[in-house]
Every structure is written in C-alpha cells, then in structure tokens.
C-alpha cells in the first residue's frame, strides 16, 4: 500500500510515456502493469515486432528482385524461420528493457500485476490498495473479431497470432484490408505464402485517399498479394488442414469461400477496460466500448482521466503518446494540448504510405477551395536509383490562403517524409514555404519539395 500523485494503468506507449513525463514534471508517479515486459501492445505484440519482420522480409525480397540488376549475384539467401522469429524477440526485449530502464531513471515505481479501481482515487493491484490524486486508463486495446469466428491465435489469429505462427504458412487469408492485413499479408506474401485479402468495402485502407489507395493496391498485386474486395466474411470454419473462410459478394450476393492453412482476422480493435470496474463507479462511456472524456482526458469522475486506445480517435501508438504527455501536463498543473489536426498515419508496407490532414475526399466533402501539388517519384533521382521509384507525393493547400491542409505520400521512406509536412502544418505553413526551403540532393525529401513547387507555379522535374 503506497500513496501516489498519479497511478497509470497500462504501460503502453500512452502510460509509459505519460508517467515520464509526470515525473519529470516532479509528480511521484507509479504503473501498473500485469504482462511481465512493459510496452503494452505496441512493443510486445504489435508495431515492433512487426517492423522487424517487416525489415527481414524486405530485405529478402530486395534479394530477390534487385540484387541482380545491382550486379550482386549469388543465390538468394534461405529463410531460417526460428531464427529470423529470434531476432524479431531480440528487438522486442531490447525495447522492453529500455522502457524499463527509462521508468527506473525517472524514478517510476511498476506495480506488476492487474489494476481494479474500487473507489475513486484508489487502484487494487492483488491484495494491495494504493491510493492516488490522479488516476490514468491507458489500458489500450485489443483485437474485435467478427460474430462466427473463433480465434485460436494458432490457425485462425489477431497480428497477434501471425507473429509466432510456427512454420510459414503456404496459404493464408487475411480478412480486412486495413493497416495490420496489409503490413501482415505483406510480411507472409514476401516469405512465399499465398496471401489473399478479403474486404467488406469496394476499396482497400478505408479511410486514406482514394488516389493513394488505388496506386497502393496496384502495387501490393504486383507483389503478389490477391484482393476480393466488396466482400463481407459470415464466418470462418477450422478444416482438418487449416480453415475455411465464408464470404458473401456485396454485388449480387453470392457466397463463396476460401480455404487456407492460416487465416488472419484484422477487423479492427476495441478499447480494453475489462476487470478495471468502471461500471461500479459509474463512469460514462463513449460509442464503440470507449471512455468519455472531457478536453483535459478527464473522465466523468473526478481525477479519473482516461488516454490512447481507449478513448475516441485514431489507435496509434503515437497519438496515445502525445495525449499521456499533454495529461501529465495538465496533472502537473500545466496546459497540455494535443494538434489532432496533425497526427500522421504510415502503413509500413514497402513502398510505405503516409499521411497527415485532410483528404481529397473530406474537402469535397466539405466544398472546401483546395489545389493539389502532385509529384511522382518517378522524377526524382534518389528513389530510381534504388527501385522505389513508384508512388507519389500530393499535397492539398486551401486554394486562397496556399495553407497546408493535408499530405499523403506513397513511395520510398515515407513514414519519414511525412514529417516535414507536419511541422510545416504545426506553424500553420504554406505550400510556398516549403518550395522556398532549400532540400539537399539528392534525397527523397526532394518529391516533397516539388509537390510543394507544384502546388504553385510548377514542379520542376515532372
Ligand atoms: P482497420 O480498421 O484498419 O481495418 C479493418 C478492415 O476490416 C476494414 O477495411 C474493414 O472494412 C474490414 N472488415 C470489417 N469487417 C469485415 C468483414 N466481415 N469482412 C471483410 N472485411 C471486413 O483495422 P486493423 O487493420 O485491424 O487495425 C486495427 C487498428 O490498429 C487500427 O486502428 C490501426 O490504425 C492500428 N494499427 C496501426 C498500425 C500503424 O500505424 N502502422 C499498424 C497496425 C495497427
């Protein structure tokens, strides 16, 4: 039993992150976590381990594909699965342990084990009761599966599942083409596996720009991964090899399925505050099994406040990590305050897809004056000469003003490129201001110049 300014529950990148910063804002912070490593989802069972499997996949596939016209010859190198799933758990230790070394150095307590809220400023970790000023839900998210499907996580998984699958898969259906069965399909579809990707919508990434989406699909087919899009799966079955995958066409109705020896559900997430008790001191929810909060991440209760996965708004790692350390702000009696105008969105895939603000869509939508500055890497020297010269840069700018007003990106490096766009976006930039910044030669940064050029009087190499 130990009395603290805030205890936060989950050390996601949302908690930890938070409980950083209130310490270095000189609060006596504690977290409360129940898995033996820290990280929550992200690091242990989500976006590192996947961008390590990502980076030996690609690297595989360059082998494949652009060694020999590199001049590189040799035969392709041989997939060691156990050790290639080792080095992902190298990563994701050493990420675990790091996070673990930064709470000590802030002098962070971890409470190991599963938090209940039993009163207001009281947190129930087993037998012991601690009590705090500030009480934080950063207890994430995780995955919401379709009504007729049973996930095992050994045949039928989440991301979750497919990163320890226990030998490569020949054959495997990915329901969603979201953000984890792009990136997962891409992993398994550059091992060998014959990945296909059933969709509910008529499009894949709901949600991203319609131009970015369609170049994006044309590239993951010419990788080989196969789309049935318009698709609404009704259920998955456990076969004596594998699973089928029931799906009826949207178009005309007709059913049909699919059998594989791994089907991979990625349906979307839903928050996570199971066993915390909300329900008992009443707390107010959101739609979708969210957490109300107020501006300040303040739930109906007082001193309960609530960040990440399990409030409304995007789930990324990244918007979870801007919304802890704007509440340790406001809990060390500061203004925190985060842009949700400016949250960029990056699909690892390769090529990548990026983007920040507002789409084509939404201004139409909206009957927003805007002008689009497009360029394609096609025009830009660096991404030829190392064949990711497909893909784009546009960005919009509101036709009067020539204010940034949203980019997407698709092309080499761009979880990276988008960056420049959203500072330039934060200090409220024109288009202008970006083709007036001098860009080194040659970089892939460049495409974002012109784009930013085309939005005015020209790009100069398209
Ligand atoms: P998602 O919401 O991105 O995509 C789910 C897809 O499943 C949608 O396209 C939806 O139309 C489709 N779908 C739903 N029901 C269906 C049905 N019955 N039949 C066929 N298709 C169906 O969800 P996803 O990919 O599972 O990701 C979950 C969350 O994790 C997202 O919020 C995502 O942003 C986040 N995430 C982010 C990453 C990143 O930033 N790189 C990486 C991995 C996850």
Same mark, same amino acid.
């Given at each position: 039993?130990?009395?603290?300014?805030?205890?936060?529950?989950?050390?996601?990148?949302?908690?930890?992150?938070?409980?950083? !910063?209130?310490?270095?804002?000189?609060?006596?912070?504690?977290?409360?976590?129940? =898995?033996?490593?820290?990280?929550?989802?992200?690091?242990?069972?989500?976006?590192?381990?996947?961008?390590?499997?990502?980076?030996? &996949?690609?690297?595989?596939?360059?082998?494949?594909?652009?060694?020999?016209?590199?001049?590189?010859?040799?035969?392709?190198?041989?997939?060691?699965?156990?050790?290639?799933?080792?080095?992902?758990?190298?990563?994701?230790?050493?990420?675990?342990?790091?996070?673990?070394?930064?709470?000590?150095?802030?002098?962070?307590?971890?409470?190991?084990?599963?938090?209940?809220?039993?009163?207001?400023?009281?947190?129930?970790?087993?037998?012991?009761?601690?009590?705090?000023?500030?009480?934080?839900?950063?207890?994430?998210?995780?995955?919401?599966?379709?009504?007729?499907?049973?996930?095992?996580?050994?045949?039928?998984?989440?991301?979750?599942?497919?990163?320890?699958?226990? !030998?490569?898969?020949?054959?495997?259906?990915?329901?969603?083409?979201?953000?984890?069965?792009?990136?997962?399909?891409?992993?398994?579809?550059?091992?060998?596996?014959?990945?296909?990707?059933?969709?509910?919508?008529?499009?894949?990434?709901?949600?991203?720009?319609?131009?970015?989406?369609?170049?994006?699909? =044309?590239?993951?087919?010419?990788?080989?991964?196969?789309?049935?899009?318009?698709?609404?799966?009704?259920?998955?079955?456990?076969?004596?090899?594998?699973?089928?995958?029931?799906?009826?066409?949207?178009?005309?109705?007709?059913?049909?399925?699919?059998?594989?020896?791994?089907?991979?559900?990625?349906?979307? !997430?839903?928050?996570?505050?199971?066993?915390?008790?909300?329900?008992?001191?009443?707390?107010?929810?959101?739609? =979708?099994?969210?957490?109300? &909060?107020?501006?300040?991440?303040?739930?109906?209760?007082?001193?309960?406040?609530?960040?990440?996965?399990?409030?409304?708004?995007?789930?990324?790692?990244?918007?979870?990590?801007?919304?802890?350390?704007?509440?340790?702000?406001?809990?060390?009696?500061?203004?925190?305050?985060?842009?949700?105008?400016?949250?960029?969105?990056?699909?690892?895939?390769?090529?990548?897809?990026?983007?920040?603000?507002?789409?084509?869509?939404?201004?139409?939508?909206?009957?927003?004056?805007?002008?689009?500055?497009?360029?394609?890497?096609?025009?830009?020297?660096?991404?030829?000469?190392?064949?990711?010269?497909?893909?784009?840069?546009?960005?919009?700018?509101?036709?009067?003003?020539?204010?940034?007003?949203?980019?997407?990106?698709?092309?080499?490096?761009?979880?990276?490129?988008?960056?420049?766009?959203?500072?330039?976006?934060?200090?409220?930039?024109?288009?202008?201001?970006?083709?007036?910044?001098?860009?080194?030669?040659?970089?892939?940064?460049?495409?974002? =110049?012109?784009?930013?050029?085309?939005?005015?009087?020209?790009?100069?190499?398209?």
């Amino acid at each position: 039993m130990a009395e603290f300014d805030t205890i936060i529950i989950g050390a996601g990148p949302g908690g930890y992150v938070c409980a950083i !910063r209130a310490a270095q804002l000189g609060l006596k912070v504690a977290v409360v976590e129940g =898995r033996e490593t820290l990280g929550g989802t992200c690091l242990n069972v989500g976006c590192i381990p996947s961008k390590a499997m990502l980076h030996a &996949t690609h690297m595989l596939h360059e082998t494949h594909e652009n060694f020999e016209k590199m001049g590189l010859m040799g035969a392709a190198p041989k997939v060691d699965w156990a050790k290639m799933q080792a080095y992902k758990d190298d990563v994701v230790t050493g990420n675990t342990k790091g996070i673990e070394f930064l709470l000590k150095k802030n002098k962070v307590t971890w409470i190991k084990g599963w938090a209940s809220i039993p009163a207001t400023g009281k947190v129930k970790v087993g037998d012991d009761v601690h009590t705090a000023k500030h009480i934080v839900i950063a207890t994430g998210s995780e995955a919401s599966s379709l009504p007729g499907v049973t996930v095992d996580e050994e045949t039928i998984v989440t991301s979750t599942g497919a990163l320890t699958l226990g !030998r490569i898969p020949k054959t495997m259906v990915v329901i969603g083409a979201g953000v984890i069965g792009l990136e997962l399909g891409s992993v398994y579809a550059r091992l060998g596996t014959e990945v296909t990707v059933v969709e509910y919508l008529d499009a894949i990434t709901p949600g991203m720009d319609a131009e970015v989406a369609k170049t994006f699909q =044309r590239i993951l087919t010419k990788q080989g991964l196969k789309f049935i899009l318009g698709a609404a799966v009704q259920s998955v079955a456990k076969t004596k090899k594998g699973a089928s995958v029931s799906y009826k066409l949207k178009k005309d109705n007709s059913e049909a399925s699919l059998d594989a020896d791994i089907v991979l559900v990625a349906t979307g !997430r839903k928050p996570y505050t199971t066993g915390l008790g909300l329900d008992g001191l009443g707390v107010e929810m959101g739609p =979708r099994g969210t957490v109300k &909060t107020d501006d300040h991440f303040q739930t109906s209760v007082k001193g309960l406040y609530a960040i990440g996965d399990a409030i409304a708004g995007p789930m990324l790692a990244h918007k979870a990590e801007d919304e802890g350390m704007a509440l340790a702000e406001i809990m060390a009696g500061k203004h925190g305050h985060v842009n949700y105008g400016v949250i960029p969105g990056v699909i690892y895939t390769t090529p990548e897809v990026a983007n920040v603000g507002l789409t084509e869509e939404q201004l139409k939508a909206e009957g927003r004056a805007y002008k689009a500055g497009k360029f394609p890497f096609m025009g830009n020297a660096r991404a030829k000469a190392v064949f990711q010269a497909e893909g784009f840069v546009k960005i919009l700018v509101d036709a009067t003003t020539d204010r940034i007003l949203g980019a997407h990106i698709i092309g080499p490096q761009a979880g990276d490129l988008i960056h420049e766009i959203c500072v330039a976006m934060e200090f409220g930039a024109s288009a202008q201001d970006l083709a007036l910044t001098c860009h080194a030669h040659p970089t892939w940064s460049e495409a974002v =110049r012109e784009a930013a050029l085309a939005c005015g009087d020209g790009a100069i190499h398209a």
